[in-house]
């Protein structure tokens, strides 16, 4: 690579530097430690038993999700192991003087939505959280990704990491995105294209027009998604949409700082004649709303295509737990739930969009319908809009804050055999409960399949 030209991940990472050993790995500082209720309690017990003090309190940020339940947060949570791990979150915060936005905090949410809500997610940032979907705080031009409970440690004891530097990927898409295509139908194309270890080794820098003129919640989608086609993570150079976004926020700079930081996020885009270590190109036009049919994110066709027919043992041996056949329409599949939520899709302009669809129509008497929003603030939005009542009208139900039917952790478990649109990120066998079939989706193409009970193509391609 030429020396002095470089790429957006080069520019934050080696901002980020504070040692390098010879030959091998960096010390990496950490601007931001999220932290929620499943990853860190044996990192915290790891510290005490080896009489550590946490480093620097002040950059860490914790939330309750995984466990937590969608109906009735105010009473006890009546699962044992998820009442003990929220416990156990509390006490450790407050031992260790921690921000903590708990059940019952306004606040409160999923990590990956809470924070870039409340500002505290900004450019130029390296981000780190015991979860692999951290890689959504990439859209603000951070370097954001998802670390082991031994790493949680790392950070809370020296608020670094010890890290070998990912090579360099960028994926390129530019054209006009087809009706009803939406930032998860790009993402989900991708990946479909190149399979879920296309970007392994790699931290995957996205640009184009489509990525430029998407808001800053699908930027978040696609850069959420980024570890589902196995890349270390995802990210988008900022710009005014990203400026715009930030400013205002709770814990966003204000006056004289906040123009220095824009001074300095403006100087993070890639030079003209950096070189990546990979380069891929897609063009919009060939984006169709998007579904998978078997258990990883890469087995994915568009709602128009047939399902493909396995081409190894693998790809057969999904389509048996999925109950599906090859040259099988989409159409065909029955479904009987619908799970729009998640750190994927459970923003505001995901509701906007699904109750724009939904709106003066009802859900099929086949389908449960679940509304799930990622944090008390889009709660507090959707009851503010009148999206509530749209939704409420049509049978769906909405929830509390949590990552719900994202993943069997809680109560909000899909039964064996039902099939559901999810708009979260992961279909694997079992991930929303024993036995269930997950079909990923786009907010509006989840809402389309919730009102007629089954996955149909919209009205215009075009």
């Known amino acids: 690579m030429n020396n002095d030209k470089k790429t957006l991940f080069d520019k934050v990472w080696d901002a980020h530097v504070v040692d390098t050993v010879p ?66 979150l509390t006490e450790n915060c407050q031992k260790n003087n921690i921000e903590l936005f708990g059940l019952g905090h306004q606040y409160q949410g999923i990590v990956h939505i809470i924070a870039p809500e409340l500002g505290i997610t900004q450019p130029g940032m390296s981000i780190v959280c015991g979860d692999s979907h951290t890689s959504t705080h990439g859209a603000f031009g951070s370097i954001a990704f998802g670390i ?38 790009v993402i989900l194309y991708i990946i479909s294209k190149i399979g879920t270890d296309g970007g392994t080794g790699y931290f995957c820098e996205y640009a184009g027009n489509v990525f430029e003129e998407m808001s800053m919640e699908g930027r978040m989608t696609v850069c959420n998604m980024s570890i589902e086609m196995g890349a270390r993570g995802g990210m988008i150079a900022p710009d005014e949409t990203t400026f715009e976004y930030v400013k205002g926020r709770k814990f966003a700079p204000t006056g004289g700082e906040w123009d220095e930081k824009v001074a300095y996020w403006n100087t993070l885009k890639t030079d003209d004649e950096a070189v990546f270590d990979k380069e891929l190109f897609f063009d ?76 003066g129509k009802s859900k099929s008497e086949a389908v449960k319908a679940l ?79 919730a009102i007629e009970g089954r996955i149909s193509a919209f009205e215009s391609l075009n």
Not at 311 to 321: D, F, H, R, V
Not at 405 to 415: G, Q, S, T, V
């Open 23 to 88: 030959d091998g790995p960096q010390v990496i500082y950490i601007d931001k430690h999220l932290i929620h209720e499943v990853t860190s309690p044996q990192a915290f017990a790891e510290l005490e038993s080896r009489n550590l003090e946490i480093f620097r309190p002040e950059q860490i940020v914790a939330t309750a999700d995984h466990n937590v339940p969608t109906l009735h947060q105010e009473k006890p949570i009546r699962d044992e192991l998820s009442r003990n791990q929220v416990q156990q």
């Open 371 to 449: 509304i799930v929003p990622g944090s008390q603030q889009v709660v507090k939005q959707i009851y503010e809009e009148g999206l509530d009542k749209i939704f409420n009208d049509a049978g769906f139900q909405i929830r509390q804050p949590g990552c719900s039917a994202c993943l069997a952790m809680n109560d909000d478990k899909i039964p064996e055999g039902e099939y559901c649109v999810s708009t979260s990120n992961r279909n694997f066998e079992g991930r929303q409960g024993q036995g269930s079939r997950t079909i990923l989706a786009s907010p509006l193409t989840a809402a389309k399949a």
């Open 284 to 359: 919009a036009t060939d984006i169709y709303p998007m579904i998978t049919y078997g258990t990883n994110p890469g087995m994915g066709i568009s709602i128009h295509e047939t399902i493909p027919a396995p081409q190894n043992e693998s790809e057969a041996k999904a389509l048996q737990y999925m109950g599906l056949e090859a040259g099988q329409t989409p159409s065909s599949i029955p479904i009987n739930y619908v799970f729009i939520g998640s750190c994927t899709n459970a923003r505001i302009e995901d509701f906007r969009s699904a109750a724009q669809y939904i709106k």
């Open 148 to 185: 082991g409970t031994s790493q949680v440690a790392q950070v809370f004891a020296s608020q670094c990491l010890l890290l070998n530097k990912p090579k360099s990927m960028r994926i390129t898409v530019n054209g006009k995105l087809n009706k009803n295509v939406q930032s998860k139908d």
